[in-house]
């Protein structure tokens, strides 16, 4: 499992969020929404820190992205991938499967 994020993407964190150097992203699961790799759930990020363990962390640019303990179910077998919509001027998020 992984986390991977493109500067585009950085970049609209930086933006929109304001995240900052220092700051940290957690990504999890939420109940709703769509998502290809489970019926029912969406992905969701806040601005906190881990609560729970951490199982992986990607920095970038000072900023720390993140999955925690509980939501390790949700991203099992695959890694995350954090890209830019230019069209719809958000972050998109896909999903491959972990080698």
Not at 23 to 42: C, L, M, N, R
Not at 44 to 50: C, G, Q, R, T, V
Not at 53 to 72: C, L, M, Q, R, Y
């Amino acid at each position: 499992m992984e986390i991977k994020i493109s500067e585009k993407a950085l970049q609209w964190f930086k933006e929109e969020v304001e995240v900052h150097e220092g700051d940290t992203v957690k990504f999890q699961a939420k109940y709703g929404g769509y998502s290809p790799i489970h019926e029912g759930f969406s992905l969701a990020f806040s601005i906190n820190e881990p609560l729970k363990e951490t199982i992986t962390t990607k920095e970038k640019n000072g900023i720390t992205f993140f999955i925690d303990g509980s939501d390790a179910w949700y991203f099992e077998g695959y890694d995350l991938i954090v890209n830019y919509d230019e069209n719809l001027k958000e972050v998109t998020y896909d999903y491959e499967v972990s080698k």
